[in-house]
């Protein structure tokens, strides 16, 4: 049975849980924009090289499980000197794993653009920095801005996995809290609950965004 007293007293704890779980979803998210966008302009690289290791870590990234990325990250590194606190590891590992996604999403944006867009830029002696920054760029991002947006509510619901690495967020927070007292039934609604409003009310905005951004 449902019990409110136990269920008031544990949200605090849960709450303070979920400020984590936040932090993790948008560190990893900055992450995975930065890397992405990094992916994608060397996977159009000249350098032949350069491309293709981008291109071999995307299709590398993204036929592995996150798990098993997230193991390596944290539990492989340290035998060679690189220890992580597992924020920090379960952030590098949200973040490169969904950096591969945004490298399409960003890939997709560009290529929208229309040919006489970098003639233009040629024509105007643009340097290449010059006419990714000021042309390319600011054309081919805002269009999938509504993307990336579910592609953050949908690291936001990944971030349980993180536990598997011990860090301590708002899902490890609740099966804790059950361990305890032998009550999962308020810990684990409470955290669904919470899940379930956060990752709508995102999922609203994002189409209020996507709204603005076809009225333009």
Do not use: D
């Not at 400020?19 to 560190?27: H, L």
């Not at 003639?119 to 054309?139: D, G, M, V």
């Amino acid at each position: 049975m449902w019990n409110w007293e136990y269920a008031i007293m544990i949200l605090p704890e849960i709450l303070k849980a979920l400020k984590i779980t936040v932090s993790a979803t948008f560190v990893a998210f900055v992450v995975a924009l930065v890397v992405g966008l990094m992916l994608t302009l060397a996977r159009r690289s000249n350098f032949k090289p350069l491309s293709l290791f981008a291109g071999g870590f995307v299709g590398f990234v993204r036929s592995t499980p996150l798990l098993v990325q997230l193991y390596f990250i944290f539990y492989v590194l340290p035998e060679y000197g690189l220890s992580l606190t597992p924020f920090v590891a379960g952030v590098i590992g949200l973040g490169l794993h969904y950096s591969t996604y945004l490298a399409e999403v960003y890939r997709g944006g560009i290529e929208s653009i229309p040919p006489g867009q970098w003639e233009a830029a040629k024509a105007l002696n643009f340097s290449t920095l010059n006419t990714w920054k000021k042309i390319i760029l600011p054309q081919s991002i805002p269009p999938v801005i509504p993307v990336m947006g579910n592609y953050l509510i949908t690291m936001f619901k990944e971030t349980p996995i993180l536990s598997a690495i011990t860090l301590v967020e708002i899902m490890q927070t609740a099966k804790m809290l059950g361990s305890h007292s032998f009550r999962y039934l308020e810990a684990f609604t409470i955290v669904g609950v919470l899940f379930l409003v956060l990752s709508y009310s995102s999922s609203l905005m994002v189409r209020r965004l996507e709204v603005r951004l076809n009225l333009r």
